[in-house]
């Protein structure tokens, strides 16, 4: 399974259009490779790198396997929105991980559910992951 952008390669810096410095709207992603059995995609990205610990810029689940976005339910990020919230690190360069996860299963989770929600519920669905790298720093 993959996970790609056309607005950067992996490990490459993210363009400030989708940060905080620029419009703050997410990159367009692009999935493929869909294990045989998927009923749905769900999708993390976070920072590791927050002075905080792991931050949560976005989740999104029960996203159709044609891999259309806006056919998920977005959850809590950190900034405690149900969307996007592009990276805005405070210092340095941190990273932002795309984690997309292809599940044998819907997921029952309200549009309230956090990221540990997320992972609970995923945990005996997940049939593979991928991840994309990103860099940011201001």
């Given amino acids: 399974m993959k996970i790609e952008s056309s607005a950067f390669g992996n490990g490459d810096l993210i363009p400030a259009k989708y940060t905080c410095v620029g419009v703050n709207i997410a990159p367009n992603l692009r999935f493929s490779e869909i294990p045989e059995g998927t009923q749905s995609l769900a999708l993390i990205v976070d920072d590791p790198d927050a002075p905080s610990g792991d931050f949560v ?82």
């Fill in 57 to 138: 810029h976005w989740i999104v689940w029960n996203i159709d396997i044609f891999g259309d976005i806006s056919s998920g339910v977005q959850g809590k990020n950190g900034f405690g929105e149900n969307k996007y919230g592009g990276p805005c690190p405070p210092s340095g360069t941190h990273r932002y991980f795309f984690k997309l996860y292809a599940l044998d299963s819907f997921l029952n989770l309200p549009s309230s559910s956090t990221k540990s929600d997320l992972l609970s519920a995923m945990e005996s669905h997940i049939l593979e992951q991928s991840v994309l790298l990103s860099k940011f720093s201001k």
